[in-house]
């Protein structure tokens, strides 16, 4: 059986954290995270680093990423700011992920679940050789373009736009200061 350690409530850890078998954080941790089993983080716990392990459980805050050999698994109230990258990955309803979302690889088989296969190379075929068969396209015929010739002609400068005509303005004959203008009259 492997050996379980806790971080409790209220405890502060600044710096990386390695080790062998499972962790348990309910405080809060300032560093990166490997462990070679399960690493699981309480509704109250938060990690500030990277979160390298087995299969990663979390319920808390975590800023970094996470990356399980077997699982990672958001439970409801987890809040992740960084990449997750495993085989297998759960997303429970009102987790939160802002980052990358990547399954890869295979999950890591249990030692008592299945025993391992040994795997075995294909048999490597050469290629047949392939006799090599120069093709050079035909040459093209070459013709000879008639010179040109290029008459010399004057530049002719455009036309200038006449300018448009209009009627001028009417001629108001001006009053004199103080004097009143009166309105003609038609008559009946």
Do not use: Y
């Not at 999950?107 to 391992?116: C, L, Q, S, V």
């Not at 530049?155 to 103080?178: D, F, H, N, Q, Y």
């Amino acid at each position: 059986m492997s050996q379980s350690s806790v971080i409790g409530a209220g405890t502060v850890v600044r710096g990386s954290l390695e080790g062998e078998g499972s962790l348990e954080i309910l405080g809060h941790v300032e560093g990166d995270v490997t462990m070679s089993g399960d690493v699981a983080v309480g509704e109250g716990g938060s990690v500030r680093g990277h979160i390298v392990a087995n299969k990663i459980s979390v319920q808390g805050a975590i800023q970094g990423d996470l990356r399980g050999a077997e699982a990672v698994l958001l439970e409801r109230g987890a809040k992740v700011v960084g990449d997750l990258t495993a085989p297998r990955i759960g997303i429970g309803t009102g987790a939160l992920v802002r980052g990358s979302v990547r399954t890869e690889g295979e999950p890591m088989p249990a030692a008592n679940k299945r025993p391992a296969v040994a795997a075995t190379k294909p048999a490597v075929f050469a290629p047949k050789p392939v006799a090599k068969v120069e093709a050079k396209p035909a040459p093209l015929p070459v013709r000879e373009a008639p010179p040109i010739a290029v008459a010399a002609a004057p530049l002719a400068r455009p036309k200038e736009k006449e300018p448009e005509r209009r009627p001028p303005p009417p001629v108001l004959p001006s009053l004199g200061k103080g004097a009143k203008a009166h309105k003609k009259r038609g008559h009946d």
